[in-house]
C-alpha cells in the first residue's frame, strides 16, 4: 500500500501561493499562512523535494519559477 502523505494537501497549496520569487524566512511564511513552524518546516521539505520550492540558506524558502 501507498505512504500517506506527510502534509495535507491543503497545507501545500497555502504554501505555495503564499510563497513568491523573493526568498522568505520560515517565521515569517508560518506567520502569514498562521501555521506552527514545524508544520511549514515539514511542507517546505516535501515542496523542495518535488521541485516547487527553493531553499536558500539561513531558513530562507522561495517558490521556483516553472522551468528552474
Known amino acids: 500500500p501507498a505512504a ?3 502534509v495535507e494537501a491543503a497545507t501545500l497549496d497555502r504554501i ?3 510563497l513568491g520569487p523573493a526568498p522568505v524566512s520560515l517565521d515569517e511564511l508560518a506567520r502569514t499562512i498562521e ?3 514545524a508544520a511549514v518546516r515539514a511542507a517546505c521539505l516535501e515542496l523542495a ?3 516547487c520550492v527553493a531553499h536558500h540558506g ?3 524558502v522561495s ?3 516553472v522551468g528552474e
Request: net charge positive; proline share 11%; no cysteine.
Open 4 to 6: 500517506a502523505p506527510v
Open 16 to 18: 505555495l501561493q503564499a
Open 35 to 37: 501555521l506552527p513552524v
Open 49 to 51: 523535494l518535488a521541485g
Open 58 to 60: 539561513a531558513q530562507l
Open 63 to 65: 517558490r521556483r519559477a
